[in-house]
């Protein structure tokens, strides 16, 4: 999908659909929206009196302009209420839109920058925005599919502003989208991979290739390297598996004159069956998911390094199985972490804190600070917060109060979590 930013009046611009918007209780609207409309001889203003159109968030409903316009189709798509308008509206908007456009054929399209005139975004945001929900919407995985949907793709999308001033500010919103979706769809692929395309290994070779493309520095430590750092908990855990364990570190330096490094630390449970205590059979396929806190990690630093930030980032990930074979942990057995900790292990199926034991205890060992850790750790977490909410744990309070409100701009929600 390739993105594109050109001045002009979004109803005289010619391709498949162009897009405009309209909050929820307006009777008339203004804007691009009001000169499509009258180009259209009022038709969305008479749908908006017949209750038709509501401009209800999530809305989009599809006028064909039978050719009074160039655009083959107008997508009026709900704001919402005004007052609770905010950038992510902005991002699961577009995602909507492009997913309803390609069932209609489109391959090319326009669309305005909803929410940088009345809705108070400034207009770079609202052009990032704009780029991820478009790419993100359109996500697909469908690599190992046979037999692939003859559903035509959108190619081109176009994001038209009127107003020349503002021109300036859209071009590198449209930069920090691209990366962004990029980046997240780099995640989601990898931890859509079934677990034999993507073992410790594979994901070792992808963090090789990211550095490659991104500048990073790598390592990558092996089962002798862990044994002679002695990391205990990690190797106990991996010793289940005839797939070899990897433990990753990717770093980038954005500062030369900090010495100050940011610490990832990302859970790469390719496959994690539980162990000897073995989890139930129901769903036990997504659990090729439970490396997903390294797989974001990587995919975090690769935009950091796009990005170019002022900032030193070192990423962590231990990468193993954990399976149930001959040589695999058994409750009750102890382990020594690499910070000379004993662990009795319990249950074989909380192999999450033991590879992040190491993990961390190498952070601290390298002197990263603040230390952020992602991981699908708990099961119990997921059935306290439901699938709208990360939980998160903190003993750094200032840190956590930026990350919960960076998650909300991003759609991404935290919800604190007493640590007692």
Request: aromatic share 4%; net charge negative; hydrophobic share 40%.
């Amino acid at each position: 999908m390739k993105f594109e930013v050109k001045p002009g009046d979004i109803s005289s611009f010619k391709c498949d659909a162009i897009v405009v918007n309209l909050f929820e209780d307006v009777d008339k609207p203004g804007g691009a929206t009001a000169a499509v409309d009258s180009a259209l001889g009022g038709a969305i203003v008479e749908l908006i009196k017949n209750g038709e159109i509501k401009g209800e968030l999530h809305e989009i409903h599809i006028l064909h302009s039978l050719g009074k316009i160039p655009a083959r189709i107008v997508a009026v798509a709900g704001l919402g209420k005004k007052e609770d308008f905010n950038v992510d509206h902005v991002r699961t908007l577009m995602g909507d839109v492009v997913r309803t456009l390609k069932k209609h054929n489109c391959t090319k399209i326009a669309t305005i920058i909803h929410g940088a005139g009345i809705g108070g975004i400034e207009p770079g945001h609202a052009a990032q925005a704009t780029v991820e929900g478009c790419l993100l919407g359109a996500y697909t995985f469908n690599k190992h599919i046979t037999k692939k949907e003859e559903e035509r793709e959108i190619e081109t999308v176009i994001l038209m502003e009127r107003d020349k001033t503002k021109l300036g500010s859209l071009n590198p919103g449209v930069g920090k989208g691209v990366i962004y979706a990029e980046a997240t769809i780099l995640a989601r692929n990898m931890v859509n991979e079934p677990a034999n395309h993507m073992t410790p290994t594979h994901m070792a070779l992808t963090a090789d290739r990211l550095a490659k493309e991104c500048g990073l520095d790598i390592t990558v430590l092996d089962s002798k390297d862990m044994g002679k750092m002695k990391m205990g908990a990690l190797l106990g855990v991996a010793q289940g598996t005839n797939q070899a364990p990897k433990f990753i570190i990717l770093s980038y330096t954005g500062d030369d004159s900090k010495k100050d490094t940011v610490g990832f630390v990302g859970k790469g449970l390719t496959f994690d069956s539980g162990g000897i205590s073995l989890k139930p059979q129901e769903f036990m396929s997504d659990m090729k998911g439970d490396m997903s806190g390294g797989a974001v990690v990587m995919a975090a630093i690769s935009a950091i390094a796009r990005l170019k930030l002022k900032i030193n980032v070192t990423a962590v990930i231990p990468a193993t199985e954990n399976l149930p074979g001959g040589r695999a942990l058994k409750p009750g057995d102890v382990l020594k972490a690499m910070n000379g900790k004993t662990i009795e292990v319990v249950n074989t199926d909380a192999e999450g804190r033991l590879v992040l034991a190491d993990a961390i205890s190498y952070a601290v060992k390298k002197g990263l600070s603040p230390i952020i850790d992602l991981a699908t750790l708990t099961g119990a977490c997921h059935i306290a917060l439901g699938d709208l909410y990360a939980g998160v744990f903190t003993n750094n309070q200032p840190l956590v109060d930026s990350l919960i409100e960076a998650g909300s701009e991003a759609g991404e929600n935290l919800w604190q979590l007493p640590l007692q």
